[in-house]
């Protein structure tokens, strides 16, 4: 969502390599040009809203340090040290790495009430978050692989 101070197609993204929050054209693409410029999967998940199977992402298992970004646009989302094994199958995270750059809304798709993270750049579906998560937060964002891309720390 904009903000009133926002300029038009503009959105506040925090950025991890300047420690700020910056205004950053919003992504927005014709369902034809994302479908062109994402692998099948990708689309499908990030694009549709669809969920990859538990325990297939390249990222559930995964425990490099660096950053996971946005596999649509390259928002910075989250931080490995954030990551937990939530033993769910999916990318666990306690929190992202700024409330500015996910949108949250609510999902009341296959007669569940959970509550939907969206990337706020370009629109993204990411995953959900729930409120079983570990200390401090208590949050689980609960993120498809297909949805996020990752640059490794050195």
Not at 7 to 22: C, D, L, W
Not at 30 to 58: N, S
Not at 83 to 88: A, R
Not at 110 to 118: A, D, I, K, P, Q
């Amino acid at each position: 969502m904009e903000t009133a101070k926002s300029p038009p197609g503009k959105v506040p993204i925090y950025s991890v390599a300047t420690g700020k929050v910056e205004l950053v054209d919003r992504v927005v693409k014709t369902d034809a040009e994302w479908r062109k410029i994402l692998d099948p999967v990708t689309y499908g998940v990030a694009r549709k809203a669809g969920t990859e199977p538990a325990f297939t992402g390249k990222y559930h298992a995964w425990h490099e340090k660096g950053l996971y970004r946005c596999a649509c646009c390259g928002t910075d989302l989250f931080l490995s040290e954030t990551k937990f094994e939530s033993g769910t199958g999916w990318p666990s995270f306690r929190a992202p790495v700024s409330e500015k750059n996910v949108e949250l809304k609510r999902d009341l798709t296959y007669g569940m009430v959970r509550t939907e993270v969206l990337c706020a750049r370009c629109g993204a579906h990411l995953g959900h978050v729930f409120d079983d998560g570990p200390p401090p937060t208590h949050q689980r964002y609960c993120m498809n692989s297909a949805s996020l891309s990752f640059v490794k720390r050195e």
